[in-house]
């Protein structure tokens, strides 16, 4: 029998604040702007109700490449809300920005001591 293996891992992808022409994209909080607007879309939905945190959803993260503003955006979010990664993807499209699949290494063991 055939052992199961785990479905592969979502894509991710960084929308970096930077023109194809290499002009850094304004204003300097469009990272935090863009992922704010994603916040909802999480591992089981919105959470609300007393003792809620405001935070960014897992699946658009804003983060820097560099000294570079960027959007961390997972693939999975295309899953779940296909309209929010149109949404991202159109901003990035509509405003020129970079767009890059990012290459995640796959896990390796680390050597045996001895």
Known sequence: MKPLTPPPKP????????TKEGRTFRPSDWAERL?????CFRPGGTVGGPGARIGYSPYCVPTSVGSVKAVLISEALKEIEPMAWDFVMNFARDNDLQVAEV??????????KG
Do not use: T, Y
Request: glycine letters at 8%.
């Open 103 to 112: 290459c995640v290494l796959p896990d390796v063991p680390p050597p045996a």
């Open 35 to 39: 992922a704010g607007a994603m916040s």
């Open 11 to 18: 894509r991710e992808f960084v929308v970096q604040g930077l």
